[in-house]
T-cell receptor, first 115, second 112 residues
Framework: AQSVTQLGSHVSVSEGALVLLRCNYSSSVPPYLFWYVQYPNQGLQLLLKYTSAATLVKGINGFEAEFKKSETSFHLTKPSAHMSDAAEYFCAVTQANQAGTALIFGKGTTLSVSS | DARVTQTPRHKVTEMGQEVTMRCQPILGHNTVFWYRQTMMQGLELLAYFRNRAPLDDSGMPKDRFSAEMPDATLATLKIQPSEPRDSAVYFC??????????FGQGTRLTVV
C-alpha cells in the first residue's frame, strides 16, 4: 500500500521568507509524486510532479520539490513567499507506470503568509 | 480552456433524499476519479473509472453510493438515501494517466 505523510498541518511564514512544506512517502514500488494546491472554495491545482526523470522538479508559481529516495521525501520549497501563496497544499502518490491506480493524498498543510 | 465541470456547485438536501452529482471530464481524458473532502478525513478516493469501466470503488459505501459513466462525457455519483454524515465536498477529476488528475470545482453537499 502507498501513503504520504505531510509533517505539519499548518505552516506560517512571513512574506519574502523561505517556504518549506514537508512530505514523506511510503511505497513498495517506484512512486510518482505530486504536489497540489487548493485555494478556498476551489478544486485542486497541480503544482508539480515527479515521474522518475529529474529528481529536482520545478513547478508553477516558483515552487520546486526534490525527490530523495534515501529519505523517502518529496519536500516542497519556494525561496520567497508571496501573500498569494496562502492556501492548502497536498502531497500525493501513485504507482509509477501502473495502470489502474489512483492518487493517494496526504492530509494537507495550510500555508499562511503574513506581511 | 479545458476544465472539469461539476454540477451542482452546492446542494442542500434533507436526510433520506436522493442526491445526484454530475461531472463532465475534460474531452479526451480516459480516467475519471471521484474524491470526497472533509475536515476530519481529508481527501478520500471513492471510485475511479478508466475508459468508462469502474476500476476501483472500494472507497464507497456500497449500500448507498453508486457511481456510473453513462458515456465518455458524463460521470455521475449518486447517494440514496443521503445521511448527514455524507455532508462534504465531492470532487471529480479526470486525467490521461494515473497521475495528472485535473480537478473540478467540487460539489458542496449539505445533508440536514
Amino acid at each position: 500500500a502507498q501513503s504520504v505523510t505531510q509533517l505539519g498541518s499548518h505552516v506560517s511564514v512571513s512574506e519574502g521568507a523561505l517556504v518549506l512544506l514537508r512530505c514523506n512517502y511510503s511505497s513498495s514500488v517506484p512512486p510518482y509524486l505530486f504536489w497540489y494546491v487548493q485555494y478556498p472554495n476551489q478544486g485542486l491545482q497541480l503544482l508539480l510532479k515527479y515521474t522518475s526523470a529529474a529528481t529536482l522538479v520545478k513547478g508553477i508559481n516558483g515552487f520546486e520539490a526534490e525527490f530523495k529516495k534515501s529519505e523517502t521525501s518529496f519536500h516542497l520549497t519556494k525561496p520567497s513567499a508571496h501573500m498569494s501563496d496562502a492556501a492548502e497544499y497536498f502531497c500525493a502518490v501513485t504507482q509509477a507506470n501502473q495502470a489502474g491506480t489512483a492518487l493517494i493524498f496526504g492530509k494537507g498543510t495550510t500555508l499562511s503568509v503574513s506581511s | 480552456d479545458a476544465r472539469v465541470t461539476q454540477t451542482p456547485r452546492h446542494k442542500v438536501t434533507e436526510m433520506g433524499q436522493e442526491v445526484t452529482m454530475r461531472c463532465q471530464p475534460i474531452l479526451g481524458h480516459n480516467t475519471v476519479f471521484w474524491y470526497r473532502q472533509t475536515m476530519m478525513q481529508g481527501l478520500e478516493l471513492l471510485a475511479y473509472f478508466r475508459n468508462r469501466a469502474p476500476l476501483d470503488d472500494s472507497g464507497m459505501p456500497k449500500d448507498r453510493f453508486s457511481a456510473e459513466m453513462p458515456d465518455a462525457t458524463l460521470a455521475t455519483l449518486k447517494i440514496q438515501p443521503s445521511e448527514p454524515r455524507d455532508s462534504a465536498v465531492y470532487f471529480c477529476a479526470s486525467g490521461l494517466t494515473t497521475g495528472d488528475a485535473f480537478f473540478g470545482q467540487g460539489t458542496r453537499l449539505t445533508v440536514v
